[in-house]
Every structure is written in structure tokens, then in C-alpha cells.
Nanobody, 125 residues
């Protein structure tokens, strides 16, 4: 059974950092496209970052470029999202998702078949 579990969310002050984890079970993350998405109250779910299968490349939303870094630890079957210089606008529920069909990642929600339950990130003083 494919399962994704996010962790690492919490409350942080503006300018602070968090590292989100997306742990997979039931399949190997290495060959999958993994995306991080977020959804703020009253807003649509949006792509934040993604990493292509077999580490062919990464992609970031303009709003997080230079602040967020996505990485993959194949030994732990986990993908991380390091978030630095957090801003109140980053407040949202963050989800990871997996796409086992395509080689290169995108922010098209419909391409992702499996989703985690989400983890809340709140940036506030």
C-alpha cells in the first residue's frame, strides 16, 4: 500500500526555518516524481517545489526560489523541503505527492496519484 506521511510543520517566527519531511512506504521514492504543494485558507492548492525521478532535476515556485530547497534521501525513502527565511505568506498546509508515471516534475496537481495528509506550517510573530 502506497503511503506518504508528512512531518516537520509547526509555528515559526518570520525569518525562521523549518524542514518538512515526506516519508514513503509501500514503494521506493527514488524513481518517482515528488512534489510539495501548499494550500492556504480560502486559496487553491499550489505547487511549491518538486524533484524529478532519479534526481533528474528540481523545480521551484518563484515565490520560494532562493529560500526553499528540496532534496531526497533514498536510504531513508524520504524527501525533504528545507524552508528558510519564512514569511507569513508561507503559512499553509503543506502536502507531498508522488507521481510514478512521468520522468520530470511539474506543478500539475492531476499528475500526482498519491498524497499525504498534510502538515501545518504557520509563520507568525
Amino acid at each position: 500500500q502506497v503511503q506518504l506521511v508528512e512531518s516537520g510543520g509547526g509555528l515559526v517566527q518570520p525569518g525562521g526555518s523549518l524542514r518538512l519531511s515526506c516519508a514513503a512506504s509501500g514503494f521506493s521514492l527514488h524513481d518517482y516524481v515528488i512534489g510539495w504543494f501548499r494550500q492556504a485558507p480560502g486559496k487553491e492548492r499550489e505547487g511549491v517545489s518538486c524533484i524529478s525521478g532519479s534526481d533528474r532535476g528540481t523545480h521551484y515556485a518563484d515565490s520560494v526560489k532562493g529560500r526553499f530547497t528540496i532534496s531526497r534521501d533514498n536510504a531513508k525513502n524520504t524527501v525533504y523541503l528545507q524552508m528558510n527565511s519564512l514569511e507569513p505568506e508561507d503559512t499553509a498546509v503543506y502536502y507531498c505527492a508522488a507521481d510514478g508515471l512521468r520522468d520530470f516534475c511539474s506543478f500539475q496537481l492531476w499528475e500526482y496519484d498519491d498524497w499525504g495528509q498534510g502538515t501545518q506550517v504557520t509563520v507568525s510573530s
